[in-house]
């Protein structure tokens, strides 16, 4: 038995134990026992992956197995990890924990949210720790169906129109997706769908590599904001119930970074360094666009998902720059917009339950009546606007250094370009601060309202620690994702 | 060595135990944890000092010590980013400037901040700022430095808007941070530029001769018609612009003193706004070596920037401003020494040597004015020169020593401020007599509104007041007659011994010609103050301000340069740029998405129609298919 298929097979248990659970109590005890395992989980995997590369295993993929799932078709289940794969795992059993915690109030249908809450991060286990691209891509969209009903039921705002853009979106993107994995496999002449196998014969045809590469890049793109198919994640996460939108942008958003660097860049890399270039300027509007973008929205929700369209326009940036250190922090920068993320819709989604607005101008000196959250959000500001301490600086840094590593002078000017946005970041992170945080209270009716409650401390305390923690000690991350990044560097660099 | 971690540590746990622990405290408790910490750390840095400077020179010069570096974050196999301490000649007496205000802050604001509402939560800031700046002077390495840069801007930016309800105390915080954080991405770019060429990031391996060839190598290389090098080191000294408030940088500085005034006095006059000061001798080498041109644009904007806000600072009514302007001009005159220098030898690199004897003078002074004025403004509430006048009866000790203070600044001797200054204009002097006269120049207006200051608070026409004014507790004198004391004395420092710019032991030798004028000037300036301001009744700057009003109206607006900024913020960037940005968002590219949705759904609609249900029209479209293909059939036929 593989440790990785625990991953899958806890949600699945949790599901099941979700179904036959009768009242909110034992709903709950589901919950927190699952989402500890899944946690305790990933610690443990860490901690063996970790032991295995030091005891000199260097294979590309650890803890591998494979499963034949459907003969005919060559389809396998194959499971295995690398350094990035880990990291994601980690971050995505942090956010489904503390997602755990932030909806512990949910009162209308409880068990049906988290029925479907679970399904959801099932999907995004099982996407991270399979290397077959037929079962990644069914893994995507068993994570994508629940978003629906989830956004569409448990909303609010526009939640029908919102689900509904944002599973159509989604999904003509998977449609070239599916198009562009089923290309890579025939064009590839391999007879699984292992990614490892594929990489291995590298024998694409260049023609199919320039049809396919889009194809995949932009399916994936589309998931990771990728401009200007971007507009699925303002109105998404503005509908979205809070620990929703925490996964959603804390690890779907991730699949897309992950899914364009594993299977775009990785299986196409000759396509990847010819057709680069329109994907750097692409996702440098991204960069720069969501940032000023994000400049005049009146909506903490939209404020954020701005701020996502900019951090994860980050992402694909240092991938297409091919070197492993820009790469490495690509990673970096998805574990830290992840986790920063997450916190920030925590925190939106406290704030509205007590406020029951999200608007910055009605907002006003919420530090005076709620202290523990407010000191929670400025410190998510401040970490957002990539304060060292804090994870985003490492991702950022890294990042800007490994791109101005590159030896192309268009690839150093975009890099500038960039870095600008990290001045508008602090434009508008301080903005939001000063107006809803500071202040002294406008709405005599917010002098009412209570600090956290023990469930929300739980839930923003273990988010700002995972932040802080990989702020203050980035080397051994920095070191697990750098080695696994290489394999894919040198196939992009080689060729 | 390995004691001066305790130095960066204390501070940052300090920092941590009254952050989290802070709020279960009473007030005396954590101030007393923070004050006596510091004194520890005040401690271990003379203690430091101490033992640097009388180690035994290697080939004459004090040797630099790393007692503790380690890997934080690798990029590369070059390039890391180590967190360590490197003790040299410039860092050591940073330690000492640094812990020594800080110390008498946390002392002083045991009496001043009595009482406030956020007392633990002042104290932690104060800790977290002095663990940033300490660890900002001793970087091993250029990142490192960004690190700790970022950090005292935040620690700043937290100490600014202490008062967090109050609006112009949160639009004060938000501008210094985002205006020096505009600053701080030059320095970014031009450490990426410096590392791609140099490959490294230590200060030692750039400083020490062995990356000379590689410089040397790119430094032939050019980027639109400038060589990169003086790109990445010009890029580099925006960001020191932008610290240290140099124009049109500086917009920040005077809006910080919406802080408490401790603060002011600790972060935005003594040590962190002569972080730009210190990056640039920090690289001295490599803008000596790489990059002379740019050390020329230092000179022209710091004389520029202390000209400028010398004369601001004549005609302010705030005694915080006029403090926060004089900051300012003293800051340009440190740049300029640093910018005059033309080698690296004791001789031409004299402004080396002034420019940092300045600092640590300065930062002495400077910080006893703002702890005077705010012992003034604990005793009258007000910022304002007219609700002042005449306290020199009700505050003795604060009459003297701010009078110490002033006559420091004003370079009269034998007070501190005289012997640094002097060097600092024989330094201009050798290097243009035009960029010699106006520092001295400049120095005589620095002495001018600085007697207008004095005359204005302690002098002149007493204002009426709630309740009698009374001399400040001693928690707060304390700190004022010790500061004092180290102005008086602080001249007579043989900086020489310690610092220059090649290392090498250099004695310093008063120019009388520079000397005379310099102190003639002073002493015209302060005849003339008196003249002005000592009266109850002040015709005659009244008169003049009226003749040129033009001028007097302009620079009591601050040259417009806050308007400016507005324009660009408002109307350019939130205006012009994010709205229509934004606008594009929602109407355009997403105007498009729905489009393609809505397109989808009327043509879903019009293809609707033949699933009627009506049978009639299924059997009419039937026989019409029929009748079609018949037809087809038969001309095929």
Redesign the interface.
């Known amino acids: 038995m593989n440790l990785l298929l625990l991953f899958v097979l806890i949600p699945i248990l949790m599901i099941f134990c979700l179904w036959i659970s009768r009242n909110i109590n034992q709903v709950r005890g589901v919950m927190v026992a699952g989402s500890t395992a899944l946690l305790i989980l990933s610690g443990v995997l860490t901690y063996l992956y970790l032991g295995a590369r030091a005891d000199g295993d260097t294979a590309e993929m650890l803890f591998r197995s494979d499963w034949t799932w459907y003969s005919s078709l060559n389809i396998k289940l194959s499971l295995g990890v690398d350094g990035i794969s880990v990291a994601m795992l980690l971050l995505s059993s942090v956010i489904v924990f503390t997602g755990t915690f932030a909806s512990w109030k949910l009162k209308d249908q409880t068990k049906d949210f988290f029925l479907w809450f679970c399904l959801l991060s099932l999907g995004v286990f099982g996407f991270f720790i399979t290397i077959d691209l037929f079962t990644m891509f069914m893994f995507y969209e068993i994570a994508l169906i629940p978003m629906y009903l989830l956004i569409g039921h448990w909303g609010s705002g526009r939640k029908e129109y919102s689900a509904m853009?944002l599973t159509?979106?989604l999904m003509g993107a998977s449609a070239l997706l599916l198009a562009g994995i089923l290309g890579i496999y025939f064009s590839s002449g391999a007879t699984t769908m292992n990614i490892l196998e594929i990489a291995q014969l590298h024998n694409i045809p260049m023609n199919a590599q320039l049809l396919f590469f889009p194809l995949t890049f932009v399916g994936f793109g589309v998931l990771g904001a990728l401009?200007?198919f971007?507009?699925?994640s303002p109105?998404g996460h503005a509908s979205a119930p809070t620990a929703v939108s925490m996964l959603h942008a804390g690890v779907l958003m991730k699949l897309g970074g992950y899914g364009c660097f594993r299977i775009a860049m990785y299986l196409m890399p000759e396509a990847a360094n010819e057709l680069g270039w329109i994907f750097l300027i692409l996702t440098t509007i991204s960069v720069v666009?969501g940032a000023?973008?994000a400049?005049?929205?009146t909506d903490l929700k939209y404020i954020n998902a701005y701020s996502s369209v900019s951090h994860c326009g980050l992402v694909l940036f240092a991938i297409l720059m091919t070197n492993?250190?820009a790469t490495t922090g690509a990673v970096i920068q998805m574990l830290s917009h992840g986790l920063m993320t997450a916190l920030f819709f925590a925190l939106i989604g406290m704030i509205y339950g007590r406020t029951h607005t999200r608007d910055i101008r009605e907002l006003a000196?919420l530090?005076?009546v709620m202290p523990f959250l407010s000191v929670c959000y400025v410190i998510a500001g401040?970490a957002n606007?990539?304060?060292?301490?804090f994870s985003g600086?490492?991702a950022e840094?890294?990042i800007?250094?490994?791109s101005?590593?590159h030896v192309d002078l268009f690839h150093?000017v975009i890099?500038?370009i960039a870095?600008?946005s990290?001045?508008i970041t602090?434009?508008y992170i301080?903005?939001l601060v000063?107006r809803s945080?500071?202040?002294?209270v406008k709405n005599p009716e917010f002098l009412k309202l209570k600090d956290a409650t023990w469930d929300e401390r739980v839930s923003v305390i273990v988010l700002v620690i995972s932040i802080a923690a990989l702020g203050i000690l980035?080397?051994w991350m920095?070191?697990m994702i750098?080695d696994s990044v290489l394999p894919i560097v040198n196939t992009l660099v080689s060729r | 060595m390995e004691y001066t971690l305790i130095i960066l540590l204390l501070p940052a746990i300090m920092f941590l135990f009254l952050g989290l622990a802070g709020h279960k405290l009473k007030h005396k408790v954590a101030g007393l944890f923070g004050t006596i910490s510091l004194g520890l750390v005040t401690c271990l840095s003379y203690f430091t000092a101490w033992e640097y400077f009388t180690s035994p020179r290697v080939n004459g010069v004090f040797e630099k010590i790393i007692p503790f570096n380690f890997e934080w974050l690798s990029f590369s196999e070059a390039l890391h980013v180590d967190i360590g301490i490197l003790l040299d000649p410039i860092s050591v007496m940073m330690l000492i400037v640094i812990s020594t205000v800080s110390l008498m802050v946390h002392i002083y604001s045991l009496g001043y901040m009595h009482g406030e509402k956020g007392f633990q939560r002042y104290y932690a800031f104060l800790s977290l700022f002095t663990f940033s700046m300490l660890g900002l002077v001793v970087a091993t390495n250029i990142f490192q430095t960004y690190i700790f840069w970022e950090l005292v801007g935040v620690s700043s930016y937290l100490l600014i808007g202490f008062y967090y309800t109050k609006p112009s105390a949160i639009a004060a915080s938000k501008k210094a941070f985002i205006v020096t954080r505009f600053a701080d991405l030059g320095f970014l770019i031009g450490i990426l530029v410096l590392s791609f060429y140099s490959q490294t990031f230590s200060f030692v391996e750039l400083m020490n001769g062995s990356s000379d060839a590689i410089l040397t190598g790119a430094a032939t290389q050019t980027f639109l018609g400038i060589g990169v090098l003086s790109w990445a080191l010009g890029l580099m000294f925006i960001g020191a612009a932008g610290k240290s408030a140099m124009f049109p940088l500086h917009i920040w500085l005077p809006d910080a003193m919406e802080g408490p005034t401790p603060v002011s006095a600790l972060i935005h006059a003594a040590t962190m706004v002569v972080a730009g000061v210190y990056l640039v001798a920090r690289m001295f080498y490599l803008y000596i070596g790489f990059a002379p041109g740019v050390l020329e644009i230092i000179a022209i904007v710091g004389a520029f920037t202390s000209l400028f806000s010398a004369i601001i600072a004549c005609v302010q009514t705030d005694i915080k401003r006029v403090l926060a302007f004089s900051t300012i001009s003293q800051i340009g005159f440190m740049m300029v020494a640093l910018g005059v220098c033309t080698g690296m030898d004791s001789h031409e690199g004299l402004g080396y040597m002034a420019s940092m004897f300045h600092l640590f003078t300065h930062a002495m002074f400077k910080a006893l004015l703002f702890l005077g004025a705010g012992s003034i403004i604990h005793a009258v509430h007000s910022n304002e020169m007219k609700d002042m006048g005449g306290l020199r009866k009700f505050m003795p000790i604060t009459h003297i020593t701010f009078l110490i203070a002033c006559l420091a600044i004003a370079g009269i001797p034998p007070f501190s401020g005289f012997f640094s200054k002097d060097e600092i204009l024989a330094a201009a002097f050798k290097f243009n007599p035009a960029m010699g006269w106006t520092m001295t120049v400049i120095a005589g207006l620095t002495a001018f509104y600085m007697f207008r200051l004095y005359f204005n608070i302690f002098w002149g026409k007493e204002a009426k007041h709630h309740h009698t004014p009374h001399e400040s507790p001693l928690t707060i004198t304390i700190p004022l007659i010790i500061l004092a004391i180290v102005t008086i004395f602080g001249g007579f420092i043989p900086f020489g011994h310690f610092i220059t710019s090649d290392g090498l032991l250099y004695n310093i030798h008063l120019d009388p010609q520079v000397a005379i004028t310099s102190v003639v000037v002073a002493v015209l300036s302060i005849a003339i103050a008196t003249i002005f301001y000592k009266n109850k009744e002040q015709k005659i700057p009244a008169m003049l301000g009226e003749k040129l009003s033009g001028l007097h109206k302009a620079a009591t607006k601050k040259f417009y340069i806050d308007e400016v900024y507005q324009f660009i913020t408002h109307r350019i960037i939130f205006a012009c740029i994010s709205t229509p940005i934004a606008w594009f968002d929602r109407h355009i590219v997403d105007g498009f998405m729905n489009l393609m949705a809505s397109s989808t759904q009327s043509l879903s609609y019009s293809i609707r129609k033949f699933q009627s249900g009506h049978v009639q029209q299924y059997a009419f479209v039937f026989l019409l298919g029929i009748i079609f293909i018949i037809g087809l059939i038969l001309l095929v036929i």
Do not use: C
């Open positions: 853009k159509l979106m401009f200007p971007h507009t699925w109105d666009y000023y973008s400049i005049v929205q492993q250190t000196g530090m005076k401040l606007l990539g304060l060292p301490g600086f490492v840094m890294t800007f250094v490994g101005f590593e150093r890099t500038i870095t600008s990290i001045v602090a434009v301080l903005r000063g945080i500071y202040g002294e980035p080397l920095n070191n750098g």
